[in-house]
């Protein structure tokens, strides 16, 4: 069965550290994968997303994500935190035809001053 | 900057009762999603319309749930009656292409969604 599994429910960080937050996937071929971030009673809003071709993908707001097909894994990077990414942030698969995305469970950052 | 608009954003029913939520697409999106997010968890698809057409619903509990894309633009999604465990965010998306074999996969676009709490 297809899956998205983030291992890390919370992690909290002080502000200008470093972030690395996990996504594993396991899907029969490789997928397309997503990052998405969600504000409190927000909607989703997508970070970045990879298709093919190179596995180091930027996205907004000074992401990052580097996709190991030998780990199956992408996980989503920024060398220095802002008190205003605090969100939860999702990882998201997706097939190559219909369309639907399977999220994981969500990572929940906080930020300290 | 187009939008995927929903309404109401909240809403507030007892068990038992009829409720229902309108989304309103990106215009010119053909494909539409309404997912279900439970608190703490990520979303989970319960409908995909291609059109006016269900794709997938396989998800979709329905002998309660009913989704309708009548004129392929708008979609309402009810729930009769509503029980407890149907509380959660109610999340709708749209792309610009989609389909049941092939194609290029499209960014979805997500509403902000409606907070359901059913008492």
């Known amino acids: 069965a297809q899956s998205v599994t983030q291992p890390d429910i919370h992690i909290t960080v002080s502000e200008g550290a470093s972030l690395e937050l996990r996504c594993n996937y396991s899907?029969?071929?490789?997928?397309?994968l997503f990052w998405y971030v969600q504000s409190p009673g927000q909607g989703l809003q997508l970070l970045l997303k990879?298709?093919?071709?190179?596995?180091l993908v930027q996205g907004i707001k000074g992401f990052e994500a580097e996709f190991k097909r030998s780990q199956s894994s992408f996980n989503l990077r920024k060398p220095s935190v802002h008190w205003s990414d605090a969100a939860e942030y999702f990882c998201?698969?997706?097939?190559?035809?219909?369309?639907?995305?399977?999220f994981g469970q969500g990572t929940i950052l906080t930020v300290h001053p | 900057e187009a939008e995927v608009a929903q309404s109401p954003r909240y809403k507030i029913t007892e068990k038992s009762q009829a409720v229902a939520f309108w989304c309103d697409p990106i215009s010119g999106h053909a494909t539409l999603y309404w997912y279900r997010q439970i608190l703490g968890q990520g979303p989970e698809l319960l409908v995909q319309f291609q059109d006016e057409s269900v794709v997938d619903d396989s998800q979709l509990p329905k002998d309660r749930f009913s989704a309708e894309r009548l004129k392929g633009v708008d979609s309402t999604l009810k729930i009769q009656p509503a029980e407890l465990g149907d509380s959660a965010m109610y999340l709708c998306?749209?792309?610009?292409?989609?389909?049941?074999?092939?194609?290029?996969?499209?960014?979805?676009?997500f509403g902000p969604g409606t907070r359901l709490t059913v008492l």
């Open positions: 899907y029969g071929a490789t997928p397309y």
């Open positions: 990879y298709f093919s071709g190179d596995t």
């Open positions: 998306a749209s792309s610009s292409q989609g389909g049941t074999s092939g194609g290029t996969y499209n960014e979805q676009f």
């Open positions: 998201a698969a997706g097939g190559t035809s219909y369309g639907k995305l399977t």
